[in-house]
């Protein structure tokens, strides 16, 4: 409890006291009120950031719930090799996200990254993947889903294996469709473990930043600058904004613990029907 | 006999027009000398067994092993110990003013932006006396002189140069001279032939940095700041938009690498790799990266001189070392500064890593490096011939850093389509005018 309250809840309190105040170096403060927030509403790069983010969450999430899924499915079926496929599918999960960005960055180069180079040989051209705002965004999905899958997979297997297999037996003896068996028996029963994950992955989402940082700095063009890189430039890079920084920290709390809590509502009011 | 000639002339050349340059630091022009300095027996028994912290970055592995071979020397000589924490170039400032701000602030910093810093730093002429600085360059001093006080805050470490570098094997390839004098319009001409030839993916490559692009600026006689805090951007918007759209019209054209620096969004980025994996003949960087070319290139690659438009010359930057006066014991964090940076480990350091020196006495001499003499004679004459104009922006030293990153965001941007290079010139024009408005409050 005290390291719960010393290391998590003094520094978030810590935080939103921050927000009200200016400061360019971290040891002087004047407050100024409300002021961080009202610039941070009335500065259009705050509003392309929210853009991005939400663009980057949505799909993200998406993406990585559905293809968690199917993985966890085709894992939890699989015959032979079943630890070398669990290893694969966890594998990114154990490297640094910076490791990672610094990878993709290599992987994904528009004139010497083996993927254009596969891409030129089969006629698809060369796609700059990390110049073009929209393929930007593609590409720090798809990494984002990548680095995480694995852990999703894992989760929502531990889940499947919960099922009880008699009940998948009995459908099958029924003449129940494989589809249908996934459709009305695996997935219902795999509700509260899906919105375990939908949680997850959207936390995961908001707070996404060192992989992009590394990947694409936050370009092309700001494309890819998510709310944590923004609130990383104000708070640390030079010219220092702690208050600002604060400020943006403090809004992300709030849209992460809104969509959390409307998360577990919905999930809870589903139940109740 | 002859070369040792030319670097006199280089050396004396030098120290005259960084001297005429800088008038504007008016610090005392008689020289002193603390080489000798060593610490006093109360000294040493007071600092057996304290422990100093040194934040530091480097550009190659050559000065990381020097500098902890130094710091070997150097707690043998005082019994104290100094803690080195290696810190990524990318992050030196944010974590820098983060551990200020939570009051862990280190004993003695190496810096490149010592402007920052000005608030927390050392006094250095308490514990080394006034003269202390008349041992450095007159215009090496500028950014580590508190603009109130007047006071030596920190001392310059390494002069720094741009200009570019060639791979000599592409060059001799394509058939293509080494050239001893040329501009713009003869290097790109030259760069795209030798990439023609070789068929290499780039013919030419910058570090994403303002602070190399300024060379530019300056060789079309473009400058932004004078050194009385004035934007002067305005009277040379032309030659300016000429220069930016020179350049940013390579990285365009595919013919620089547009990705590396579109795709490393608001970050500092260098192409040594690219220069290293022989990707690209002409690499514009500065002598701060000849250690790791050194080590690392399997070609044969030269320092050739600077293009020459209306001026010729580079473009000064520098590093500096910094004390801060948070260090529990300021003496010892002094003398560590000044250790670092007398004659002997000065000299080392420039041989060993091709630092260019900010003394006088090594100046005076001329230095003779080991390797890549002709290399470090080409940075050596092109400081010589930098316009003193190149020094103005250090008048403003909490700015510098800050005007070449907005600068090479809006390169960023001109490279992407999204504004012209009038329209990057306009900006900063707007911008360089608000910050020095900010600056007087």
């Known amino acids: 409890m005290a390291i719960f309250l010393t290391f998590i809840i003094w520094p978030a309190l810590r935080g939103i006291y921050i927000s009200f105040f200016d400061s360019t170096d971290g040891r002087t403060f004047t407050f100024v009120g409300t002021a961080n927030y009202k610039a941070i509403i009335g500065d259009p790069t705050a509003i392309e950031v929210a853009k991005a983010t939400a663009t980057y969450v949505v799909f993200y999430v998406l993406i990585a719930t559905t293809l968690a899924m199917f993985f966890a499915i085709v894992v939890n079926e699989q015959k032979f090799a079943k630890g070398f496929f669990r290893a694969v599918l966890f594998l990114p999960v154990m490297l640094s996200p910076v490791v990672v960005g610094l990878i993709w960055n290599d992987v994904l180069d528009r004139k010497v990254g083996p993927l254009n180079a596969l891409l030129e040989a089969v006629g698809g051209g060369s796609p700059g993947w990390l110049i073009e705002p929209k393929l930007g965004m593609i590409a720090v999905i798809f990494v984002g889903v990548w680095v995480h899958l694995g852990f999703y997979s894992i989760i929502l297997l531990a889940g499947l294996q919960g099922i009880d297999r008699s009940l998948l037996e009995a459908a099958s003896m029924d003449g129940a469709t494989r589809g249908q068996i996934i459709r009305l028996i695996i997935l219902p029963l795999l509700k509260p473990t899906t919105l375990v994950i939908i949680i997850l992955a959207t936390i995961h989402g908001f707070q996404s930043f060192d992989f992009i940082y590394t990947l694409t700095g936050g370009g092309p063009f700001g494309a890819t600058t998510l709310i944590v890189q923004y609130i990383y430039d104000h708070a640390f890079q030079v010219p220092i904004q702690y208050g600002l920084g604060s400020a943006a920290g403090v809004i992300l709390f709030m849209v992460i613990f809104a969509f959390t809590a409307l998360n577990f509502l919905l999930g809870r009011k589903r139940d109740a029907i | ?441």
Not at chain 2, 328 to 337: E, I, M, Q
């Open chain 2, 1 to 441: 006999m002859k070369m040792q000639s030319l670097r006199s002339k280089i050396a004396i050349g030098l120290s005259v027009v960084l001297s005429a340059g800088l008038v504007a630091t008016g610090l005392p022009s008689a020289h002193a000398d603390t080489s000798g300095l060593q610490p006093t027996s109360a000294q040493l028994s007071a600092w057996k067994g304290k422990e100093i912290t040194y934040y530091f970055y480097n550009d190659s592995q050559a000065e990381l092993d020097i500098t902890k071979a130094q710091i070997a020397d150097f707690q043998k000589l005082t019994g104290a110990t100094v803690k080195l924490d290696v810190i990524p170039f990318t992050s030196l400032d944010t974590q820098l003013q983060a551990r200020i701000a939570a009051g862990n602030a280190p004993d003695v910093a190496r810096l490149n932006n010592p402007g920052l810093y000005q608030s927390v730093s050392l006094n250095l002429e308490t514990y080394l006396g006034r003269k202390y600085v008349e041992e450095f360059l007159k215009g090496s001093t500028f950014q580590v002189t508190d603009p109130k006080t007047k006071k030596l805050i920190g001392v310059p470490y390494d002069l720094s140069m741009n200009g570019p570098i060639i791979n000599v094997d592409q060059f001799k390839k394509a058939g293509v001279a080494i050239p001893t004098s040329w501009n713009w319009t003869q290097l790109i001409a030259a760069a795209k032939k030798v990439q023609a030839a070789n068929g290499t993916e780039y013919a030419f490559a910058m570090d994403k940095s303002g602070h190399r692009f300024s060379t530019v600026l300056s060789q079309f006689n473009s400058y932004m700041v004078d050194k009385n805090q004035r934007n002067v951007l305005p009277q040379s918007k032309t030659r300016a938009i000429k220069a930016l759209k020179l350049i940013t019209d390579l990285y365009k054209a595919d013919s620089a690498p547009k990705d590396l620096w579109i795709g490393s969004g608001t970050k500092y980025a260098s192409p040594v790799a690219v220069f290293v994996g022989q990707q690209v003949p002409v690499f514009f960087s500065g002598n701060f990266n000849l250690a790791t070319l050194d080590s690392t290139a399997k070609f044969n690659f030269q320092v050739v001189p600077n293009p020459k438009e209306l001026n010729g010359g580079g473009w000064p930057g520098g590093k500096f070392l910094t004390a801060f006066n948070t260090s529990k014991t300021p003496d010892l964090s002094a003398y560590f500064l000044h250790y670092l940076a007398d004659k002997a480990q000065m000299e080392q350091m420039d041989k060993g890593a091709f630092w260019l020196p900010t003394r006088n006495d090594l100046v005076g001499s001329g230095m003779k490096y080991p390797k890549r003499a002709a290399d470090m004679d080409v940075y050596l004459a092109d400081t010589a011939s930098t316009p003193a104009a190149a020094y103005g922006i250090q008048s403003v030293p909490t700015l510098t850093g800050l005007i070449y990153n907005y600068l090479r965001d809006l390169m960023t941007d001109v490279m992407g389509g999204k504004i012209t290079a009038a329209q990057a010139i306009d900006k900063q024009i707007a911008w360089i005018d608000e910050k020095l408005a900010t600056l007087k409050k």
